[in-house]
């Protein structure tokens, strides 16, 4: 059994992303080229943005942004304590400061009172400047995109929506993605649309935003193409062949894969109804179950569920052992009004099961009566 199984998935649909991989071959276009096009037309469609910008993975994505956005020393960038590294390691390697809030108890997203009580405290102080939001859809929920937009209006803040997770979630009817001044994602393989190696996208509805997103990412080029550099920028490129792999693969998770998420992670919460702390899902929002995660009743509960499913052979994950601001890197920021106490409960009590669109009923049932034992 697969933590996410990508050969099921290549298997379904190989007959196409072959063929189109051939077909990159047989062009010998791997940068740029018909594919990058069709691809950034589509995702920007299904996402409903005016402009979609492929780069090189979620990562850049997100430094892009961040670079945009002009941040840099003397800025507070607000960030969930609960998220990968890369949405809150650009504030530091920009000089910027990375302001933890913590997350909420049900959607385990940025929590929007932790939110307003931290630009509260920085405003207090009056050292730093707040800048931006990065609003993190962890697990493929969506956060609560009304709520934040008003205080980043409020407050005169820049929003960035990290969907990395979240790419196919929905929120009130839209897709993810479609939050925020600027939106940004990943391809990594795992992801819920992901490609064979590394890809990423920024998005943004603002004509300006997106040239200078362009320009970023081939080294600052300016009107006069990729040597009359007119700023500082990156190398940041999705390949063609990657472009070719993720349209067939848009394609499924349009088509079936969306819906088949949502058929494993019901019947999870329904086998752990009552049982485990099982995920929330707002009202008017769908979740893509980037991750299926469960809290356990403590630490020690978690740790023998892992151990047993070790044991059995079914693969398992923490996302994420430690918060934000408990990680070395980040040891000397301040946390102002803040002790996270909903990050830290949840980092000590999670765990996840295998989770993807080709899981099959026996191969879940085997996952799940594991988990039971030791219950
Ligand atoms: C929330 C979040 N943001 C950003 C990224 C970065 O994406 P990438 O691995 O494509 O650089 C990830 C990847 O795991 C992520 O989970």
């Known amino acids: 059994m697969q933590f996410i199984d990508l050969k099921a998935q290549y ?23 018909p594919y990058v096009k069709e691809l950034e037309s589509k995702l920007a469609a299904f996402v409903g943005r005016k402009h979609c910008i492929t780069c090189a ?3 850049d ?16 960038v607000f960030c969930p304590d609960m998220t990968f590294i890369s949405s809150t390691e650009p504030a530091k390697m920009f000089g910027a400061t990375p302001v933890f809030c913590d997350i909420t108890q049900d959607t385990y997203c940025l929590c929007t009172e932790s939110l307003e009580r931290q630009i509260q405290a920085v405003l207090a102080e009056g050292k ?7 609003a993190v859809d962890i697990l493929g929920n969506p956060c609560d995109y009304d709520a934040i937009t008003a205080i980043c209006e409020q407050y005169g803040l820049l929003l960035i929506e990290d969907a990395a997770q ?30 064979y190696g590394d890809g990423g996208a920024i998005f943004t509805d603002d004509d300006e935003l997106a040239d200078v997103m362009r320009s970023i990412c081939v080294h600052g080029k300016g009107p006069g193409g990729k040597y009359d550099n007119i700023r500082v920028g990156v190398n940041s490129r999705l390949d063609a062949i990657q472009a070719a ?4 693969k848009l394609k499924a998770l349009a088509e079936h894969e969306i819906t088949a998420r949502q058929v494993v992670a019901k019947r999870y919460s329904q086998a752990f109804e009552g049982k485990l702390k099982t995920p929330f899902v707002a009202e008017n929002c769908v979740s893509i179950w980037a991750q299926y995660a469960l809290l356990a009743a403590d630490t020690a509960q978690r740790d023998r569920i892992v151990a047993h499913l070790v044991a059995m052979n079914i693969p398992n994950m923490i996302y994420y052992p430690t918060p934000q601001h408990a990680l070395p890197v980040f040891q000397n920021e301040p946390h102002y009004a803040e002790t996270f106490p909903n990050a830290n409960d949840y980092c000590a009590r999670t765990f996840s099961l295998p989770m993807h669109p080709y899981l099959s009923e026996a191969e879940q049932q085997r996952v799940i009566n594991a988990v039971l034992e030791v219950l």
Do not use: R, W
């Open 11 to 33: 298997c379904a649909l190989k007959t196409e992303i072959d063929h189109n991989i051939q077909t990159v071959l047989d062009t010998g276009v791997f940068i740029g080229g």
């Open 57 to 59: 993975n979620g990562t």
């Open 61 to 76: 994505a997100l430094q892009i942004a961040y670079m945009v956005a002009g941040i840099g020393a003397g800025d507070a």
């Open 128 to 134: 730093l400047t707040p800048k931006a939001v990065v």
């Open 166 to 195: 979240s790419f196919g979630a929905d929120y009130h009817g839209k897709k993810c993605c479609a939050f925020g001044q600027i939106a940004t994602t990943s391809f990594f393989p795992a992801k819920p649309l992901g490609c």
């Open 245 to 248: 792999i993720l349209l067939t």
